[in-house]
């Protein structure tokens, strides 16, 4: 044969052999596609929105169809492992274990830093009393480790974040005294430091971070009675100074800190009075003045007050009159500084946690039932006013914490279930 006759066979032969190797190669893809829930298609899009795209091939996720498309124009490259993805994986809602606290403890507190993770303090035990130890829970890795301790052991105090990062500790009490002591927590070094004393000795007091980033400290209790004073605490300086007294003594209720930069205090009890309180006063930084404002429909204390959305505050639940826990919740509107009810809840509980949700859901877990602790939790929308009941929670327990991460997710920490101080914790999702 001459040889532009061999290089015409050799040119049909080749193109014959690739159609077959064309074909077989597209099988192989389409079989591995179909075992990965992968579909191919020449040059048409499902009607979704592209996650990826590698040269001549697109990777686009259907909701709906829980698949991948992949499209392409040629069929001569090859499809490795970086181009296939799948869709992301969700949370499933409801209640899940995580790490165990070092330490068994209830009546603590919970702080969420700066960088995220949770700071908790204090609070107390069985086997060790009133507690100094600090931990963090870190989300990420779901595990709590020790940081430094404080220097004072203490429960019924309370902690607040300051905008430099750092968290003041305040009062509280080493059985049976409360004390005027204060410290700060340093997240960059893991350390507490002594700062100025308070200007009163307290315990079950509120601490509320003001829009000029002082903390006003009001009411408790100093180990002979409910207090109506007030301070406030600059950590530019590391003082306290007094301020105007509230209208009412109270300890055991509620501060928080409204849209409009007020503070609103809710609730508690007098010393030597079973019975709660309903009056409600506002504190307004500009003056330094507390104001009487509208009294609730329930007198309560050991509740809880959670600022909406919409900047109503809605109270839930807590001890009322001779102690008995409520399932009624309230709503205050700072316009008109007046309460009207809401829906009652599914359960009465006091000592619970409530934690608003990114959905703006309110999340109640837990809680004390006139002698019985409880495991339930339900949530509260406030768009209809209705509660609905949630999946309960592992454990029963009360004065545990209730703190909101980064990722939506609410963690449970601690707690008293009747019989033992927890160190357990878990995760809602919501």
């Not at 991948?68 to 274990?97: D, E, L, Q």
């Not at 002591?181 to 007091?205: C, F, K, Q």
């Not at 703190?403 to 914790?425: P, R």
Request: with cysteine.
């Amino acid at each position: 044969m001459s040889e532009t006759c061999l290089e015409g066979c050799a040119a049909k032969t080749q193109t014959v052999g690739f159609i077959p190797g064309v074909i077989l190669f597209i099988c192989f893809v389409a079989a591995i596609g179909a075992a990965l829930g992968i579909v191919l298609t020449a040059d048409k899009y499902y009607p979704s929105q592209s996650i990826s795209s590698i040269n001549t091939f697109t990777s686009t996720y259907v909701p709906s169809t829980s698949r991948n498309i992949i499209s392409t124009s040629s069929v001569s490259r090859y499809i490795t492992a970086a181009m296939i993805t799948t869709p992301a994986t969700t949370m499933k809602s409801g209640w899940s274990n995580t790490g165990s606290m070092n330490s068994t403890r209830y009546v603590h507190t919970a702080s969420i830093l700066a960088n995220g993770k949770i700071l908790v303090t204090g609070g107390q035990n069985f086997f060790e009393g009133v507690l100094n130890s600090a931990e963090l829970y870190d989300s990420s890795s779901r595990i709590w480790t020790s940081t430094g301790s404080m220097i004072s052991r203490r429960l019924f105090h309370a902690a607040s974040l300051l905008s430099n990062g750092k968290v003041l500790v305040t009062g509280g009490r080493d059985s049976p005294n409360s004390f005027n002591s204060t410290e700060l927590y340093d997240p960059s070094t893991g350390v507490w430091i002594r700062t100025s004393n308070m200007i009163y000795a307290r315990s079950s007091h509120t601490a509320s971070v003001l829009t000029n980033g002082r903390v006003l400290v009001a009411g408790g209790y100093n180990n002979s009675n409910s207090l109506s004073t007030a301070e406030l605490y600059d950590p530019s300086t590391g003082i306290w100074t007094l301020t105007g007294n509230m209208n009412y003594a109270r300890y055991v209720h509620t501060a928080t800190v409204l849209t409009n930069g007020k503070v609103l205090i809710v609730g508690g009890y007098i010393y030597n009075n079973i019975n709660s309180l309903s009056t409600t006063e506002l504190y307004d930084s500009s003056t330094g003045v507390w104001t009487v404002t509208g009294n609730m429909n329930y007198a309560r204390s050991s509740h809880t007050a959670s600022v909406l959305a919409n900047g109503k505050v809605l109270v839930v639940g807590g001890a009322g009159i001779n102690g008995n826990s409520l399932s009624t919740a309230e709503l205050y509107d700072p316009s008109t500084g007046i309460w009207t009810l809401t829906g009652n809840m599914n359960y009465v509980r006091s000592s619970h946690t409530a934690s608003v949700l990114t959905n703006g859901k309110v999340l109640v877990s837990g809680g004390y039932v006139n002698g019985i602790r409880i495991n339930s939790a339900e949530l509260y929308d406030p768009s209809t006013g209705v509660w609905t009941v949630a999946a309960s929670m592992k454990y029963v327990r009360n004065d545990h914490t209730a703190s909101v991460l980064a990722n939506g997710q609410v963690l449970i920490a601690g707690g008293l279930n009747g019989t033992d101080v927890l160190e357990t914790t878990e995760l809602y999702t919501p």
